[in-house]
């Protein structure tokens, strides 16, 4: 089935494009709309998201669902405030959500991972939904599920990490439960990456091989480019044309570096996904 219209606002940004009034954040949230559903796509890092939807006239009393996009703490954080506005929802995401993670690099370790307790947002009014493959969550909106890695040169971060069983050791996050929401509109598949940890190709391949024959409008969110070595940019660029892409929003983890050269690149079809940007597509 596919959705009449999509309009998506973002709410959680590092950087805000206005209205005044708006908050920015290491994190990432957005809301999104179709003709029937409201969904909030991750929940930031819990410091702007009330702020801002307030102030960008988004009532998150009247969301269906919530969607998780990978369990980090800059997309999960604002999970309370939401559930104590709007009380029992959806919750989306894969079941590798509440995994203990680590950013590990040398002698530093910092926790990233979610920073509530399963029971606790279920307290809240959290009605969890796991799920691995993709799904089709309201009519025309799914959720990419796992996504297999296919390419060569989209690895997982190395400096993410999680503990053995035992706790003596950490070894590499493969990050399974990166996932995405895919909208099937008249105009094309609109896609809203998390952080794209799956890898921005890997997880277009997905959506191709799910979705035969549609054609991509606009694809927005964390790329996690800023992260990724010279080859393993020139190497996505290249990959990208082949998806003929209308408009990509870049935004979080593509870093302003990288978010310019995707601009050179692309001109006139890339813009920045900052807090307070609404598109619609039809």
Partial sequence: MMADRCRITVLCENSVAGPFGLLGEHGWAAFVETGSSRILFDTGQGQGLLNNSLVLGVDLRQIDAIALSHGHYDHTSGLPQVLQVKGQVPVFAHPDIF????????????HIGIRFRRAYLESLGACFEFTTGFSEIFPGIYITGEVPRVTDFEPPDPDMKVPAADGSTMHQDQLRDDLSMVVDTPSGLVVILGCAHAGIVNIL?????NLPGRPFHTVMGGTHLGFARAEQFERTLEA??????QRLGASHCTGLVNASRLYCAMGDRFFHASAGISLEVS
Wanted: hydrophobic share 40%.
């Fill in 205 to 209: 391949k997905w959506c191709q091989a």
């Fill in 240 to 245: 990208l044309e082949e998806f003929q892409i």
């Fill in 99 to 110: 995994l203990e993670r680590y950013w590990a690099r040398g002698q530093v370790k910092r």
